[in-house]
């Protein structure tokens, strides 16, 4: 190979080498705003799981009190069926 030829090869790889590093300082920028994006996913989710926690708690308790409800009309049901058959034995 002569002082020429591997001139002009060194220079075609530097020109490669050049383009490549290009292509990765692109992907990496898109990377980087991928990462970011996904931060704020991240961000995003953690608050929808604290909702989620938040609204499991009230829906228990709601559905605590509607079954202290049921139990309150059934005693009431109860205690108005006595009322009405003493009132029919009167």
Request: glycine share 8%.
């Amino acid at each position: 190979m002569t002082r020429s030829e591997y001139q002009e090869l060194a220079e075609f790889v530097a020109e490669r080498f050049n383009r490549m590093d290009q292509r990765f300082d692109g992907v990496e920028t898109r990377l980087d705003g991928v990462e970011a994006r996904l931060e704020g996913v991240e961000k995003h989710v953690t608050r929808v799981e604290v909702k989620v926690e938040q609204l499991k708690d009230e829906i228990r308790i709601v559905a605590e009190a509607v079954v202290m409800n049921g139990e309150r009309i059934d005693r009431n049901g109860e205690r108005i069926g006595r009322l009405e058959a003493g009132l029919g034995a009167a």
